[in-house]
């Protein structure tokens, strides 16, 4: 399980690795574009059921950390739905990876 360390945070955002890379792609453009957003996401089930919202801007500290030393390959789909929400007036909501099969 990866982490996004948000403002020094004590309490890392804890998300799949698989995940994370996605995420990091998303974020970054948004933030070397120097916009802010949100980022929501649902509690996962180790924690009190509920969910969180972020703000989040260039000038707050952000750390991606991953357990697997190599990148997984990006799904560019997932990438430009999580991209879409972040351009909302509602910021990036998590979602789940969806794989298409075959035509």
């Known amino acids: 399980m ?4 948000y403002d020094s945070e ?5 998300l799949d690795d698989r995940t ?9 453009t948004k933030l070397r574009r120097q916009e802010g957003f949100t980022l929501s996401w649902r509690h996962p089930a180790t924690q ?5 919202t972020i703000w989040l801007h260039p000038s707050i500290p952000l ?3 991953f357990d697997e030393p190599e990148p997984p390959e990006l799904n560019q789909q997932w990438i ?3 991209m879409e929400s972040a351009n909302s007036t509602g910021g990036i909501a998590l979602v789940d990876e969806v794989i298409e099969g075959p035509a």
């Open 48 to 52: 009190p059921r509920g969910r969180s």
């Open 63 to 65: 750390q991606f950390v």
């Open 10 to 14: 004590d309490r890392p955002i804890v």
């Open 2 to 5: 990866g982490q996004l360390i």
């Open 20 to 28: 994370l890379a996605h995420l990091k792609v998303v974020l970054t």
């Open 80 to 82: 430009q739905s999580l």
